[in-house]
């Protein structure tokens, strides 16, 4: 394949001292959403006013304090829109709309007008300042060039005081392909239009630099960014801003580098949306922030309602594996994954329980996810999904969190073991009621609830030399003398059937104190489990078996009934084999 010769590598611009790699970015940059703007020209059907006003009223609702709202010359649709959400006022008075338009005389008198009777707005001029655009797309030289944007801004003064006397107007302007135009000549015409507008206190002068086509790897527009920080005049009055595109799937990085580098404002879509690959996802950026303790300034906490909204108005579903939002980033199906999660998850539970506080106020240390999912309104119910890819640490996570078990270490293996041959079989995902009804089958299809037989199955006293026993408790908190008491219960009862029985723990875990079921359970909450590891003359491994029951006593001699009926199964089985 010898055609990449056709292509050249990027010019990088010569900044030896750049200190952006060594900057820690510890607020929030200015955020301004162009979804209604650069997101609705890029769709194949674009938004109808209801789905724009469901949209602006989504973004105001998050907390965006700055969104583009379209191009009131490029049709009728938006200059309506505009017209709407001033006449109807629905913008919020901490809100300042933008809408865009080229230096164009005629299509600035119109954008100007649209915004008859708002009171805070920002006129976005632009035009393109590449060398390639210049050459092949307008046939300009650099003087007309920077002319056409002197005359752009002074368009726009004189409109704006014939139409706008009562806004709090803003001024915004765009070097378009900023990053493809030398950077010397960007500079010389932002400082052209500065000098029309001429920013001060209380005057502040937007100036925005596009990643229009990203050709480049975010450091070296970082040091684009960078040189730009330094150079301009004036910069105390300046919002420097960047509005990346994801050309190279590198938007994300673009923008958080470009803020290490001195840009104030990140100009975005949700979930990325935009021309070709799309904007700089706002959903991402502003998560990235959270995920280090870091407030986005933004809401994203039923992110659900989010996604399920922009897919809604934008007719384009988010992908499940898209950062933060998509269906599948919490979920885990390899079973060395969902076992880690597992254990994070007991550790977080322990923590809570050490603490005194709710799980959901200890800091999040989890292996596998970077964020509690609940902190954005998602459940824990599909986090971990088992295959036969998974193992007992998955096993036990859906045990635990929909139905309330937490199996001892011995089980979760045991019945991992089962539930694969099970996957295996069906070839697919072994989902939580299913793998309830595998559970029952296996381990308490002989139990009568309630009952307790005064005839025990021969198997007992033939095939059970010892016990030990697992009690889960659930959601009791008893005191280590009710523990030992009740311990000495059940195993006084069960060598009264002649079965030597030892108590290892009352909490289900080996130890660790049980995690109460996030999901319905297939039993009562005031229902003791009680897990039997059985050992039999001449088999290489215990046998496990399962009791449930209001009574302790009675679901532990269930527990060795289930397990000595498991064990005759065995042997029946490797007698006839």
Known sequence: ????????????????????????????????????????????????????????????GMGYKEIEIGFPAASQDDYDFVRLLIEDDRIPDDVRITVGV???????????????????????????TAPLFRRLVFGIDRAECKDLAVKGTRWMLKYAEAHLGDCDLGYEYTPEIFNETEPEFALEVCEAVMDVWQPEPGRESVLNF?????????????????????????????????HPHNDRGTAVATAELAVAAGADRVEGCLFGNGERTGNVCLVTLGMN???????????????????????????????????????????????????????????????AARSGMSPSAERWEVPYLPIDPRDIGRTYEAIVRVNSQSGKGGVAYVMRTWHGLTLPYGLKADFAKVVQVHSEALGGEVRPALMWRIFAGE?????????????????????????????????????????????????????????????????????????????????????????AECRVPGAPEPTWGVGLDRDVVVAAEAAVRSAAARAARRVAAESAA
């Open 102 to 128: 080229p230096a164009r005389d005629e299509l600035i008198e119109r954008t100007v007008e649209s915004l008859t009777g708002a009171r805070r707005a920002t006129v976005c001029i632009y035009n393109a």
């Open 443 to 531: 381990y308490l299809r002989d139990e009568q609830p309630g009952e307790r037989p005064a005839e025990w199955p021969e198997e007992v006293a033939t095939l059970i030399v010892s016990a030990s026993l697992f009690v889960d408790r659930r959601t009791r908190t008893d005191s280590d003398r009710a523990a030992a008491d009740r311990a000495a219960k059940i195993e006084a009862a069960l060598l009264a059937r002649n079965v030597d029985a030892r108590v290892v723990s009352t909490d289900g875990s080996d130890g660790e104190p049980a995690t109460p079921g996030t999901a319905v359970a297939e039993w009562a909450a005031d229902t003791f489990a009680v897990y």
């Open 210 to 242: 596009p990643s229009t086509v990203e050709r480049s790897g975010p450091h070296m527009f970082a040091d684009q960014i960078e040189w730009m920080h330094r150079h301009l005049s004036r910069r105390e009055h300046i919002c420097l801003s960047v």
């Open 1 to 60: 394949m010898d055609s990449y010769r056709r292509y050249s590598p990027f010019h990088r611009i010569d900044l030896p001292d750049r200190t952006w790699p060594d900057r820690v970015v510890t607020r929030a940059p200015r955020w301004l959403s162009t979804d209604l703007r650069d997101g609705n020209q890029a769709l194949a059907e674009p938004m109808s006013p209801s789905h724009k006003l469901m949209m602006f009223e989504l973004l105001t």
């Open 289 to 351: 922030l959270f995920s280090q303790g870091i407030d986005p300034e933004i809401d994203f906490s039923d992110l659900n309602k989010i996604r399920s909204t922009v897919e809604f108005c934008t007719k384009i579903p988010v992908h499940p594996r898209h950062p933060y939002g998509g269906d599948l980033v919490y979920t885990a199906f390899a079973g060395s994954h969902q076992d880690a999660i597992n254990k994070g998850f007991e550790s977080l539970a322990r923590t």
